[in-house]
């Protein structure tokens, strides 16, 4: 069982940033997957990004390509999700993700591990 720590939500004005952190329990090995979700008040969880911790190889939703960035440490088994220019649409809560054997990491059932979620706040 792998489990997950977010931590780095927080409020913002539009325009702001902030950075994600979500540490797992335990390295990951070869196949896993890991990556972030997100979901705002009253919709449904999607998907924001994911990275594959043997390649280092990132994917971001194509809507948020150029404000968002994931990266890995993985000397701290720990991702990050970088995210510049913020605006209110971003307010959600955004939740860490690892699954094995993942081969298409927007799609939720593909993931085997959630972590709590962190609230992100932006205001206009």
């Known amino acids: 069982q792998v489990r997950l720590m977010e931590s780095g939500g927080g409020s913002v004005q539009a325009g702001g940033s902030l950075r994600l952190a979500c540490r797992a329990s335990?390295?990951?090995?070869?196949?896993?997957?890991m990556g972030w979700f997100r979901q705002p008040p009253g919709k449904e969880r999607d998907a924001v990004a994911c990275i594959y911790t043997d390649s280092n190889k990132p994917y971001v939703r194509a809507a948020l390509e150029g404000r968002f960035t994931i990266s890995q440490d993985m000397a701290e088994n720990t991702i990050y999700l970088q995210m510049n220019s913020l605006q209110p649409e971003d307010t959600a809560m955004y939740y860490c993700t690892a699954g094995r054997d993942v081969t298409a990491c927007f799609l939720e059932y593909e993931w085997n591990y959630w972590g709590q979620g962190t609230q992100v706040t932006v205001s206009s």
């Open positions: 335990e390295n990951p090995d070869s196949s896993m997957v």
